[in-house]
């Protein structure tokens, strides 16, 4: 766990203003994971909510375009790309974070998500049928199906502090279900019906 005086040096060294609200992605930087559509969603909630980073942790060949489109929709000056991280380094970009976001419809593993809510943030995602047993509607998180959708749940979120809180230890509670103790004992107990 990073302290706060480390997340505040990482937040400087990474140009994100003091006041800004992290909207987290990380991952691959591929067409499937649709980061366009959150570039797109940023810019319509930048034009009521200013104070608003889109932090897109990870690289790959999609890179040049999302660059290029946040230019093209004015709002590069909101959209951080960190390019490849040391795994090592992961959790303390987890960390820097206030909202886990994604529009992938693609996914074949929910680690991301799994890592996000382990690390104590509430997600607004996608609708998305591999985030059924790691987002709890209400409860950690919100699915989204619409554009304004998006918007209005991204308002809820940040007009409720108290909620944030108390959805980023729902997210830890829920991680840790899967947690790999969990998950072996969860597996010998399978074993063991089957021996039975």
Known sequence: QSSEDERMRHHKQLGIPEAHTVLLNLGRVGTEENLGELIELL????????????????????????E?????????????FTGMVDPSEVHKYYQLG???VSASTSETQDLTYIEAAANGLPLLCRKDPCLDDVLVEGKNG?????DDAF????????????????????????????????FAEKIEDVYEAVLA
């Open 43 to 66: 810019a319509i909630a930048l034009s009521h909510k200013p104070n608003l980073t889109l932090l897109i942790v990870g690289d790959g060949p999609a890179r040049a375009d999302l």
């Open 68 to 80: 290029a489109l946040s230019v093209k929709l004015g709002v590069a000056d909101h959209v951080i």
């Open 98 to 100: 206030d909202i886990f």
């Open 142 to 146: 919100f699915e989204y199906e619409a």
């Open 151 to 182: 918007c209005e749940l991204l308002d809820t979120i940040l007009q409720n502090p108290q909620w944030c809180q108390t959805a980023g230890m729902q997210s830890s509670q829920i991680a840790s279900a899967f947690d790999k103790t969990v």
